[in-house]
């Protein structure tokens, strides 16, 4: 797919403009509901030519046409700045894909160009308004990512609207974690809540202090966050990296994971009231059983299988040993 974006300030030539009546007529249905035109059965060059104008007498707006294999397929009409200057993010103001080339994949397509350009651009985030009555729509941008931000109305028509928005560019961070294994088997997991992923269950650890090592800082972290002074990472269990919101600040996270065993106990008082910063709501110990069964969310969500992994090298390795 290849995004072109249309002349401002020019008539729009004969044979492109009869390619973008037939790709707006063939969306009837979306525009009886916008209402952006007289008669959503019978829209015409003159009409589509009129909106096209109106939507690049915007000094920041573009109007892209996506092609694939030379067809016009969809038209995207983004706006890199808002006329509200307290909003910093561009916006997305349609994404029309032709009637007949839909359930191809080019909506989605066309999406993620946008995003990459507005990525590639320095921007953080896109944010996009859905009409209310366009359900399918809603159901779109929500897959490809896009969370609930607001309502409100349109400034053009005053629509009612969901408002969405995606991040685009996030902060990376570093952090380190440990997850603690008692001698039946279950391990210790903190329930959090996080604005963007919701409530989850997670090993005691957190972001890394200046100059600290991936190690130094799981250790702090668990005597932190659990109190328990007399214990030490051990081995790495595994590398991974999740996105989420801290402080108001969307961020990709870099995390060391270790493992070692410890006393089934729980933590103390005055450490987990330490932290209400991080959204911890609970702790408890779970079997391997539990994580595998649980339908909340876990960090790393492949938690049992490791641990599992794990132990069965320890049995391997003390097996090795009694055989020598």
């Known amino acids: 797919m290849i995004l072109e974006p249309l002349p401002a300030g020019t008539p729009v030539p004969a044979p492109l403009l009869t390619e973008l009546t037939a790709l707006y007529a063939s969306q009837a249905g979306f525009h009886a509901i916008s209402g952006e035109f007289p008669d959503p059965a019978d829209i015409r060059p003159g009409h589509v030519a009129d909106a096209l104008a109106a939507e690049l007498a915007h000094p920041d707006a ?44 080019h909506g989605r397509r066309a999406a993620t160009l946008v995003e990459e350009r507005f990525r590639a651009a320095g921007r953080r985030a896109v944010r996009l308004a859905v009409l209310d009555d366009n359900m399918p729509g809603l159901a779109f941008w929500t897959a490809l990512g896009y969370s609930f931000l607001g309502h409100r109305r349109d400034r053009e028509l005053g629509r009612p609207c969901t408002v969405l928005r995606k991040v685009l560019l996030r902060t990376p961070r570093q952090a380190a974690r440990t997850a603690v294994v008692a001698p039946d088997g279950t391990v210790f997991l903190c329930r959090q809540d996080n604005v963007e992923t919701g409530p989850h269950w997670a090993l005691p650890g957190g972001g890394l202090e200046p100059g600290e090592s991936p190690r130094e800082g799981a250790a702090r972290e668990l005597a932190e966050e659990t109190g328990w002074t007399d214990l030490e990472p051990g081995p790495l269990l595994c590398v991974w990296e999740h996105d989420f919101t801290r402080a108001g600040i969307p961020v990709r996270q870099h995390e060391h994971i270790y493992v070692t065993p410890g006393p089934h106990r729980a933590p103390t008082p005055c450490a987990l009231a330490g932290h209400p910063a991080e959204g911890i709501l609970a702790w408890r110990w779970w079997s391997g059983a539990e994580l595998a069964a649980t339908d909340e969310p876990v960090w790393p969500p492949d938690l049992h299988r490791l641990l599992a992994e794990r132990a069965d090298e320890g049995a391997g390795e003390q097996d090795a040993e009694r055989a020598g």
């Open 62 to 105: 573009e109007v892209l046409l996506a092609r694939v294999d030379g067809r016009l397929v969809a038209v995207v009409i983004t706006l890199a700045r808002h006329p509200d200057p307290a909003d910093p993010d561009p916006w997305i103001g349609l994404l029309l894909v032709d009637a007949a080339e839909q359930g191809n994949g």
